[in-house]
């Protein structure tokens, strides 16, 4: 069975940086699309920072490219997104993802089989 979990979020000033860590158990990340999508207040889920499988590359959206950075750690089988220069409009519950089928776009939310649970990232102005 797979599970991720996410951790690493919290409060933070306007300017500064974050990691958001994903640690999966029951399959490889290394085998896996994987995904950090998130959603604010009032808002649709959106897509954030994507990895492809076996060392594939990454995509992100448009708001966060330049600042956000995905990567995998194989051996400790997690995912990480650095994120820098934050903004309050970065203010959302960010979701990891991961997908072993190899369907989709990895900017789509449909593609993913499995969600965590969901961490809070609030930044102050």
């Known amino acids: 069975q797979v599970q991720l979990v996410e951790s690493g979020g919290g409060l933070v000033q306007a300017g500064g940086s974050l990691r958001l860590s994903c640690a999966a158990s029951?399959?490889?990340?290394?085998?896996?699309?994987m995904g950090w999508f998130r959603q604010a207040p009032g808002k649709e889920r959106e897509f954030v920072a994507g990895?492809?499988?076996?060392?594939?590359?990454?995509n992100y959206a448009d708001s966060v490219r330049g600042r956000f950075t995905i990567s995998r750690d194989n051996a400790k089988n997690t995912v990480y997104l650095y994120m820098n220069s934050l903004k309050p409009e970065d203010t959302a519950v960010y979701y990891c993802?991961?997908?072993?089928?190899?369907?989709?776009?990895?900017?789509?939310?449909?593609?993913?089989?499995?969600w965590g649970q969901g961490t809070q990232v609030t930044v102050s102005s």
């Open positions: 990895i492809r499988p076996s060392g594939g590359g990454t």
């Open positions: 993802a991961a997908s072993w089928s190899y369907l989709g776009s990895i900017s789509a939310q449909s593609r993913y089989d499995y």
């Open positions: 029951g399959r490889p990340v290394s085998m896996a699309a």
